[in-house]
């Protein structure tokens, strides 16, 4: 199966900083996402993004796909952003079968 | 829409014993996917389910089993609970257009193997 690399692992912010938070992939994926999980478990859909650019507010998120990477940029940080962001991607051979990465931990501080 | 619901949220079970966990996908979604988190091991895929048919299988054991039915309804049972199987249990739908396949998931159930 895909590998999926997170980083950074841990992230501590200043509120108001910006941040980026990146996923690589070991091979061509499709479907990419990005989520956030919040405190009780659930993840969140932040972005579908199997290509190109996209913004919501203070996030966006931009995937290269022939570069196997995705990016996730968060600006002017709140305590609120606080949690595990998670990229996760399908195989094209495996059909429906995410892959998820390690997740990175944000706590933005006051 | 609703979202993806799952029930219950939470769960005490004792070794040896099973359990049965149920997931409602969106409204006209047909595929359901099983997750298990865990710190040490992370999210780890269990089984999809698509059309009452499974259709792809992740790396676990044959205690776990899952089906689906006609109303995409899914359901999972762990057999014979191990310590190890204490977890959050993660359900996920989406429709599957073949091209376009947002997956959107559930709260979860939490599991507590005691």
């Known amino acids: 199966g895909i590998q999926v690399e997170q980083s950074p692992p841990d992230l501590i912010l200043q509120e108001g900083a910006n941040s980026t938070l990146r996923c690589n992939f070991s091979d061509s994926v499709n479907n990419l996402q990005w989520f956030h999980q919040n405190p009780w478990g659930q993840l969140i859909n932040l972005f579908y993004i199997p290509s190109g650019t996209k913004q919501n507010g203070r996030l966006s998120a931009t995937t290269v796909a022939t570069e196997r990477y995705s990016l996730l940029y968060i600006s002017s940080s709140q305590t609120t952003d606080s949690g595990v962001y998670f990229c996760?991607?399908?195989?094209?051979?495996?059909?429906?079968?995410?892959?998820f990465g390690t997740g990175t931990s944000l706590t933005v501080i006051p | 829409k609703a979202g993806v619901t799952q029930t219950p949220r939470y769960l005490i079970k004792t070794r040896g014993q099973q359990v049965t966990l149920s997931c409602s996908p969106i409204s006209g979604h047909r595929s359901v996917s099983w997750y298990q988190q865990t710190p040490g091991q992370g999210l780890q895929f269990l089984f999809e389910?698509?059309?009452?048919?499974?259709?792809n299988k992740g790396n676990f054991p044959g205690r776990f089993s899952g089906r689906q039915f006609s109303n995409s309804r899914s359901e999972m049972n762990v057999s014979t609970l191990e310590l190890g199987d204490s977890a959050l249990y993660l359900c996920?739908?989406?429709?599957?257009?073949?091209?376009?396949?947002?997956?959107?998931f559930g709260p979860g159930t939490r599991l507590t193997v005691l």
């Open positions: 389910y698509f059309s009452e048919t499974q259709r």
């Open positions: 996760a991607a399908t195989d094209p051979n495996t059909g429906n079968q995410f892959y």
């Open positions: 996920a739908s989406s429709s599957w257009t073949g091209i376009y396949n947002e997956q959107f």
